[in-house]
Nanobody
Framework: QVQLVESGGGLVQPGGSLRLSCETS????????MSWVRQAPGKGLEWVSH????????YYADSVKGRFTISRDNAKNTLYLQMNSLKPEDTAVYYC?????????WGQGTQVTVSS
């Protein structure tokens, strides 16, 4: 089992940047396929990005491609999401997700609000 704690959210103006972190504990972080998923007000869950545990390949939703960068530090058991050129439509609660085999785990989420 793994515990996930997101941080780094907040209020930022359009065009600004934020860096989200997801600290993990309780299991071998490097063995997990990690993702960021968000939920905007009144909407369903939207996959944002993921990073593979084997070769570190990264994938992005079209809505964030070129603006967001996912990364992981296996030595620190931490997942990151660097978000640049933020837009009001990026406003959401951002969750990190860890998956391995039949199991997946979620953090509690961190709020990102993009507004002037």
């Amino acid at each position: 089992q793994v515990q996930l704690v997101e941080s780094g959210g907040g209020l930022v103006q359009p065009g600004g940047s934020l860096r989200l972190s997801c600290e993990t504990s309780g299991s071998t972080f490097s063995s997990y396929y990690m993702s960021w998923v968000r939920q905007a007000p009144g909407k369903g869950l939207e996959w944002v990005s993921h990073i593979k545990n084997d070769d570190g390949s990264t994938y992005y939703a079209d809505s964030v491609k070129g603006r967001f960068t996912i990364s992981r530090d296996n030595a620190k058991n931490t997942l990151y999401l660097q978000m640049n050129s933020l837009k009001p439509e990026d406003t959401a609660v951002y969750y990190c997700n860890a998956a391995r085999g039949l199991y997946e785990y979620w953090g509690q989420g961190t709020q990102v609000t993009v507004s002037s």
